[in-house]
């Protein structure tokens, strides 16, 4: 196996995906990436789907039970979404949350997203749209402001995305978008 291959599977490994956002591997990973991950996603950590969008996990979470909607095909900003793109989306922006409730027993979450270079805090050029459940150790409060404080990963996202999709087959609105 080749050094960037060996490099490239370390950078997907658990380890890596539940340490990502507290070290320097998260920066180095986004950095080296060749082609847009995605355009490529995985069965293991998709949710469900509602036509070309899906819902899926953040491999590189903030918090336990970081999701994301994603559209299937490679856009890059909101006005480039189709009618039928929007509606898709907001089913899986509104099944997200709901997950994210029962699943993550939090009462709040939040909706990300960011559009442009990486001074947005935009790291890939696929819209995305973050879905981060809300505690009190995450999104801290002070000085009249709120931050997102990256938090230690207990389950790794494939363990999560396992446990999600249980919780999403057990919701009415979502039987259909599961897989």
């Not at 950095?31 to 490529?40: A, G, I, L, M, Y």
Request: hydrophobic share 35%; charged share 30%.
């Amino acid at each position: 196996m080749k050094k960037d291959d060996t490099n490239k599977k370390h950078a997907y490994s658990e380890e890596a995906q539940k340490n990502a956002r507290k070290s320097h591997w998260y920066s180095d990973i986004a950095s080296s990436v060749t082609k847009c991950p995605f355009c490529d996603l995985k069965e293991k950590y998709i949710i469900a789907e509602s036509g070309d969008v899906v819902l899926t996990m953040n491999l590189f979470p903030y918090i336990d039970g970081h999701l994301m909607v994603i559209p299937k095909k490679h856009i890059e900003r909101l006005e480039d979404f189709s009618p039928q793109d929007w509606r898709d989306a907001h089913k899986m922006i509104s099944l997200g949350m709901e997950v994210i409730r029962q699943g993550c027993d939090v009462k709040d979450v939040n909706v990300l997203y960011r559009e442009g270079t990486k001074k947005s805090g935009s790291s890939l050029k696929h819209l995305h749209i973050h879905l981060l459940p809300i505690t009190p150790e995450f999104m801290v409060y002070e000085n009249f402001r709120f931050s997102y404080n990256f938090c230690d990963i207990e389950v790794a996202p494939v363990e999560m995305a396992k446990r999600l999709r249980s919780v999403a087959a057990e919701i009415p609105f979502a039987k259909k978008a599961c897989r």
